[in-house]
């Protein structure tokens, strides 16, 4: 898919001042000063054009091959050409997929999400998704999804290159995992990110017909928009039930010493006013910029007057029971113990 090709020196014209004529924002612009023509397609595209687009603006076969042969362009697809001779970066292969796929076809599934500024673990593969029956040449780093269910109304109206919605691209994302439990962990991120709501979502799950999994996502949907913002949350909410401890109010806001909005993951108010806080930490807790700023956080929530408990999403999934001692032992009621208590200040 990428090669690299040298241009000698002495066939590659250097203007006076390129910086002047052309502003350097892609290696693509610079190949393209002579060819003022093609200056506002590369630009909106990174530099990447297929022969269709080219073939419009004037462009022959035989010029679009003579840039090549001299090394000044490069296929990157049977029908996309880089206006550079340089390795592709990630914005320029997002329009390299769309392009090769052809009309009709839009970022989707984990692309989609990253896209929207999604901060997951992924590979970099970039997801394409096609009407049924578009049969696309294979490209390595690509995956190209087929499907018969109408997308239109689901494509983002002004981004480019075009783009599912971030929640239907979750959705897909989710519904695809061999593993729900990781499935629904992405949807739930997409909220904790500020990304979208779970309402936008539960309506997005009701658009997509045979959504696998529907029955689950949509459930899991409605503990995140209780406030659950991770699945980890989901999960003390339902060790809570199982077990008989009154459920936790989850996501609660609280003013730091500043005046700051803060959220916190669990909270529990007792019965003569005192504050329990259960914080979940997940794995990118362990990360040095977020480990400081957690324990500043902690400290600031104890000299709110709350008592603090700390577990790991692992320990929810591997010894639940111990966590649920821990939170009966420091004073966390029964669910039928009938009391109302007043959110302290």
């Given at each position: 898919?990428?090669?690299?090709?040298?241009?000698?020196?002495?066939?590659?014209?250097?203007?006076?001042?390129?910086?002047?004529?052309?502003?350097?924002?892609?290696?693509?612009?610079?190949?393209?000063?002579?060819?003022?023509?093609l200056v506002p397609q590369a630009?909106?595209?990174?530099?990447?054009?297929?022969?269709?687009?080219?073939?419009?603006?004037?462009?022959?076969?035989?010029?679009?091959?003579?840039?090549?042969?001299?090394?000044?362009?490069?296929?990157?697809?049977?029908?996309?050409?880089?206006?550079?001779?340089?390795?592709?970066?990630?914005?320029?292969?997002?329009?390299?997929?769309?392009?090769?796929?052809?009309?009709?076809?839009?970022?989707?599934?984990?692309?989609g999400c990253e896209c929207a500024?999604?901060?997951?673990?992924?590979?970099?593969?970039?997801?394409?998704?096609?009407?049924?029956?578009?049969?696309?040449?294979?490209?390595?780093?690509?995956?190209?999804?087929?499907?018969?269910?109408?997308?239109?109304?689901?494509?983002?109206?002004?981004?480019?290159?075009?783009?599912?919605?971030?929640?239907?691209?979750?959705?897909?994302?989710?519904?695809?995992?061999?593993?729900?439990?990781?499935?629904?962990?992405?949807?739930?991120?997409?909220?904790?990110?500020?990304?979208?709501?779970?309402?936008?979502?539960?309506?997005?799950?009701?658009?997509?017909?045979?959504?696998?999994?529907?029955?689950?996502?949509?459930?899991?949907?409605?503990?995140?928009?209780?406030?659950?913002?991770?699945?980890?949350?989901?999960?003390?909410?339902?060790?809570?039930?199982?077990?008989?401890?009154?459920?936790?109010?989850?996501?609660?806001?609280?003013?730091?010493?500043?005046?700051?909005?803060?959220?916190?993951?669990?909270?529990?108010?007792?019965?003569?006013?005192?504050?329990?806080?259960?914080?979940?930490?997940?794995?990118?807790?362990?990360?040095?910029?977020?480990?400081?700023?957690?324990?500043?956080?902690?400290?600031?929530?104890?000299?709110?007057?709350?008592?603090?408990?700390?577990?790991?999403?692992?320990?929810?999934?591997?010894?639940?029971?111990?966590?649920?001692?821990?939170?009966?032992?420091?004073?966390?009621?029964?669910?039928?113990?009938?009391?109302?208590?007043?959110?302290?200040?």
């Open positions: 898919m990428r090669r690299s090709l040298s241009t000698p020196r002495s066939r590659r014209p250097q203007p006076p001042d390129s910086s002047a004529v052309v502003p350097r924002e892609t290696p693509a612009l610079a190949q393209t000063y002579r060819f003022p023509e630009s909106h595209q990174q530099g990447v054009v297929s022969r269709a687009q080219l073939r419009s603006l004037g462009w022959s076969r035989h010029r679009v091959q003579h840039e090549i042969r001299i090394g000044r362009w490069t296929a990157v697809a049977p029908n996309v050409i880089a206006l550079q001779n340089a390795e592709l970066v990630r914005g320029q292969l997002l329009w390299l997929g769309v392009l090769h796929a052809g009309p009709g076809s839009v970022l989707t599934h984990l692309t500024g999604l901060d997951w673990s992924a590979d970099e593969t970039v997801h394409v998704l096609t009407p049924k029956g578009d049969l696309v040449e294979p490209l390595p780093g690509f995956r190209f999804h087929q499907t018969r269910r109408p997308y239109a109304s689901w494509v983002h109206p002004s981004l480019e290159p075009a783009r599912l919605r971030v929640e239907h691209a979750a959705l897909l994302t989710a519904e695809r995992d061999r593993l729900l439990r990781r499935g629904i962990g992405l949807v739930a991120a997409t909220v904790q990110q500020r990304i979208t709501t779970a309402q936008r979502l539960l309506t997005a799950s009701h658009e997509i017909s045979k959504l696998r999994n529907g029955g689950q996502l949509r459930l899991a949907l409605g503990d995140i928009a209780g406030g659950a913002h991770s699945f980890a949350e989901i999960d003390i909410g339902r060790l809570c039930s199982r077990v008989g401890l009154r459920p936790p109010d989850r996501q609660p806001i609280r003013r730091d010493k500043q005046g700051r909005r803060r959220y916190l993951d669990c909270e529990w108010v007792l019965p003569d006013g005192s504050v329990i806080v259960l914080e979940v930490d997940g794995s990118f807790h362990m990360r040095t910029e977020h480990w400081w700023r957690d324990m500043k956080r902690e400290r600031s929530v104890v000299v709110s007057g709350r008592t603090v408990l700390r577990c790991s999403s692992i320990e929810i999934r591997l010894e639940p029971d111990d966590i649920v001692l821990d939170l009966a032992a420091v004073g966390v009621p029964r669910s039928h113990d009938p009391f109302v208590c007043g959110r302290p200040a």
